[in-house]
């Protein structure tokens, strides 16, 4: 069974840092591109950035360009999102999803068929 948990979220002050972790089971996850995406309260699911499947493109939206990271490390079967100067609007539950065979990836929640349940990033002061 395809499965994705999502962790590392928490409490940080504006201009922190937090890693966030999208681990998979079931699947071997350099096949699949993984997408991370976000929603705070009232707002429609935002994505955030992408990475491609066997070492294909990353992406990311503009307003985490420069701010976040995105990288795989396939001995651990585990994707990451690096997130630092984080700002009160990056507040969201955030959620990792899959999709098989994606070389150049879009941060598009349309493109992905399995997702984890999601972990809460709060930053306030």
């Known amino acids: 069974q395809l499965q994705l948990v999502e962790s590392g979220g928490g409490l940080v002050q504006p201009g922190g840092s937090l890693r966030l972790s999208c681990a998979a089971s079931?699947?071997?996850?350099?096949?699949?591109?993984i997408g991370w995406f976000r929603q705070a309260p009232g707002k429609e699911r935002e994505g955030v950035s992408c990475?491609?499947?066997?070492?294909?493109?990353?992406n990311y939206a503009d307003s985490v360009k420069g701010r976040f990271t995105i990288s795989r490390d396939n001995a651990k079967n585990t994707v990451y999102l690096q997130m630092s100067s984080l700002k009160p609007e990056d507040t969201a539950v955030y959620y990792c999803?899959?999709?098989?065979?994606?070389?150049?990836?879009?941060?598009?929640?349309?493109?992905?068929?399995?997702w984890g349940q999601g972990t809460q990033v709060t930053v306030s002061s």
């Open positions: 990475i491609g499947s066997g070492g294909g493109s990353t």
């Open positions: 999803a899959a999709r098989r065979l994606l070389r150049f990836c879009t941060p598009r929640d349309d493109y992905y068929n399995t």
């Open positions: 079931g699947f071997t996850l350099d096949y699949y591109a």
